[in-house]
Structures are given as C-alpha cells and as structure tokens.
C-alpha cells in the first residue's frame, strides 16, 4: 500500500491550493483519511480527517477556511485550503487507516507536500 500526496507549492497570502493523495495497492477498505502538518523541528500536528461515512473533524484554526473531502471509489482525498496564512507554510502529510488485504488495520503515511505561503 501506498499514499501519494500532490499539490502542493508556493502560494500568495489569501490564495487557495488544492492537496490530493491517492492510495494503491492491494486494499480492503480505508476507513479513515487525513491531513496532517508539520513545522521545522515540530512534530505533525492534525489538519483534517474524514471518516469513511464522511464525517469530519478539523483543527480550530482550519476550521472555515479548509475542506476535506473524499472519492471512496478512487480512494482519494483532498485538502482545499482557502485564505491562506504564511502560517500554513508547512510540510502537508496524508494519511490513511487501511485494511489491506495481506495484513492488518494499520496507519499509512504518504511523502510530505511542501506548502509555502508568502505575503
């Protein structure tokens, strides 16, 4: 199983970017996707997740200003993020609860997308 993050870049305060990250292999189900961050020499910190029935759950300071959204069929997730703050510049990590079909429930983390916002 893998998670492949995309989308991420150099954006403009007050801007809006778009995060995706796929997962493949061989999978059962995905039961929980998400969205994490993290600030040089901190530790990742939560951003967003969604459940497979869809519900939700945001940091406060994300909340009104990004969404998380999912394609079950397509195992996919995304993160649109609106208003930017050069205090979002981060590394946007996904994430994933996975059955897969050779092992057990587990976390997966995709590589980092660097988002940098400047004002």
């Known amino acids: 199983v893998q998670l492949q993050a995309s989308g991420g870049g150099l954006v403009q305060a007050g801007g809006s970017l778009r995060l995706s990250c796929a997962a493949s292999g061989s999978i059962v189900s995905v039961s929980v996707m998400g969205w994490y961050r993290q600030f040089p020499g901190k530790q990742r910190d939560l951003v967003a997740t969604i459940t497979n029935g869809g519900s939700t759950n945001y940091a406060d300071s994300m909340k009104g200003r990004f969404t998380i959204s999912r394609d079950n069929a397509r195992n996919t997730w995304y993160l649109q993020m609106n208003s930017l703050k050069p205090e979002d510049t981060a590394v946007y990590y996904c994430?994933?609860?996975?059955?897969?079909?050779?092992?057990?429930?587990?976390?997966?983390w995709g590589q980092g997308a660097q988002v940098t916002v400047y004002s």
């Open positions: 994430y994933a609860v996975i059955l897969p079909r050779d092992s057990y429930t587990r976390s997966y």
